[in-house]
């Protein structure tokens, strides 16, 4: 319970927006950014100078969440920009031509933040026919990370050590509730499995795939890091500081 109460009840950061340095030049990209923990994200970025680019299905909410982070504040000297990237986790076929888009504006990639998600929604599925919690926490995510990896070490290799990274939001319940031996993946193709237990398994996927990626990489330059948030649903977990591994 140790780690549980830890998260609960964080210590005062050390860096914070107040002491964030000039992001110009630097470019990022959240997903999930219309509220919550990706919001804020995108609000703080976006104020010190950096290139954001808010990735998500819906264009409105994307363009109302931009305008009211640009209403909200003045940013530094020079001006950051933020920018709508349209992007569907749960469904494979949109993740490719979001890349493409990406990689024709930018040439770099400083931080990556898997930050969006469903939590116990309507019984649905993806497109591709995978469960809409799995395809939207996990299979999105892992492929849109995977087609980023080669823009994510240019980046890496022309910047200072560990200031390119990839960081997942994951959630309390992996250390309230996980089981001891992780996953149990016979869960993740039954039909009437509860949609609880699918948001678990989902978020100790995120736990994986971010440990599976640092061993992938082997990068000095290239870290990687869990933040526990909020995700789309009333049911938002409580949310403590980034942890980088």
């Known amino acids: 319970m140790g780690a549980t109460w830890s998260q609960i009840f964080p210590p005062p950061p050390t860096l914070t927006e107040v002491n964030l340095p000039s992001q110009n030049g630097k470019v990022f990209i959240v997903t999930g950014g219309y509220s919550g923990v990706g919001f804020e994200i995108c609000r703080i970025l976006y104020r010190v100078g950096g290139t954001v680019y808010l990735a998500g299905r819906s264009e409105k909410k994307a363009l109302d969440a931009i305008a009211k982070i640009k209403s909200l504040c003045t940013p530094t000297s020079p001006k950051g920009n933020i920018i709508f990237l349209p992007l569907s986790l749960d469904d494979l076929t949109t993740i490719k ?3 493409k888009r990406f990689t024709t504006a930018e040439t770099r990639l400083d931080v990556l933040f898997n930050n969006a998600g469903v939590s116990n929604p309507p019984r649905a599925t993806s497109p591709q026919g995978h469960d809409l919690q799995l395809a939207t926490n996990c299979l999105g995510p892992h492929l849109f990370t995977q087609l980023l990896l080669p823009v994510l070490r240019r ?14 939001t994951a959630s309390i319940v992996v250390d309230a509730f996980a089981l ?9 193709f039954q039909k009437d499995a509860e949609k609880s ?13 971010a440990d599976a990626l640092a061993s992938q990489l082997h990068y000095a330059s290239l870290d990687l890091g869990i933040l526990s948030g909020d995700s789309e649903s009333s049911e938002r977990p409580l949310l403590t500081a980034a942890s980088p591994k």
């Open 155 to 168: 980046t890496a290799d022309a910047t200072s050590v560990a200031s390119v990274r990839v960081i997942w």
């Open 197 to 209: 237990r699918n948001y678990l398994n989902t978020k100790v996927g995120n736990w994986f795939l």
């Open 97 to 99: 031509p979001a890349v």
């Open 180 to 188: 001891e031996a992780g996953i149990e993946l016979a869960e993740l």
